[in-house]
């Protein structure tokens, strides 16, 4: 591609990010900020970690009108290093031709959560191959120009390198987004989601983050992901902060209706 079409392409492809940025940026910082404050809240807390508010509000059965006083029986702290890593995020995005939506939102999320110092996030990006665009997460369009859209599917082989990152697997997401035409080894894919969860990792498996609904899928691998407690569904771009909030709070997934 000539120099000068190749910029005019990215500077189209950077206005389309930019405008989906706007729309999705600050919906997301929020209720994932929301859900990581709610997660790092403690009940044994230390006295200057002492949420006052919500330990009132969470004990006022306890008030005694004779003292005109609560005596606490539960205390709700804010949790402890407020502003350190609390989370890994692991994106892990199937860049095989069916998945070209998909790529261009999970970039711009990629980038979203990446701009959050209390998450630690890695974008993955496969087919046969496997690329780490973790360190172009600040500019999604960078991301989108070091993607080849095509070629086959090797689902096994991204998930054994997102593995291989993982430091603290009980306080870890991975986000496998894959429509799981799998042209690797399926039965290895399978017990490496199963390794990954029984080490306390949280797993999300999004057939397509766009809005176009659910894509034809493999759905022999899908039913073998929901078996180990890991439902495959379809993600819109409004849905997936929500996605990630519940993830990241370990608490059951906002799953739209397949109907």
């Known amino acids: 591609m000539p120099d000068t079409t190749k910029e005019t392409a990215r500077t189209v492809v950077r206005k389309v990010v930019e405008d989906l940025e706007k729309r999705l940026a600050t919906r997301t910082r929020a209720t994932v900020t929301g859900a990581l404050d709610r997660s790092a809240r403690t009940g044994r807390p230390r006295h200057h970690d002492i949420d006052w508010n919500r330990t ?3 004990n006022l059965k306890h ?7 609560i005596v606490p029986e539960r205390l709700v702290g804010y949790g402890r290093a407020a ?13 095989s031709g069916s998945m070209a939506a998909s790529v261009v939102y999970a970039s711009v999320f990629g980038a979203v959560l990446a701009s959050m110092r209390s998450l630690d996030t890695r974008l993955v990006v496969f087919d046969t191959a496997v690329v780490d665009l973790t360190d172009q997460l600040d500019d999604p369009v960078d991301v989108l120009f070091g993607t080849r859209l095509g070629g086959g599917t090797d689902i096994n082989r991204a998930l054994a390198y997102c593995q291989s990152r993982i430091t603290r697997p009980a306080d870890t997401v991975v986000v496998l987004i894959s429509d799981l035409y799998e042209g690797g080894i399926r039965d ?21 983050l766009s809005d176009e609904g659910t894509p034809a899928y493999d759905r022999d691998h899908a039913a ?5 407690g890991a439902p495959a569904f379809a993600c819109t771009p409004d849905l997936f902060p929500e996605v990630m909030a519940a993830a990241l709070e370990r608490r059951p997934l906002p799953i739209p209706d397949a109907g």
């Open 56 to 58: 009132i509000a969470a």
């Open 63 to 69: 008030y005694l009108p004779e003292q005109r006083t």
């Open 83 to 95: 502003h350190s890593v609390k989370k890994e995020v692991v994106l892990c995005v199937d860049q």
């Open 188 to 208: 290895e894919m399978l017990k490496r989601v199963a390794a990954m969860k029984s080490a306390g990792v949280e797993f999300v498996a999004l057939l397509a």
């Open 224 to 228: 073998s992901l929901a078996a180990l």
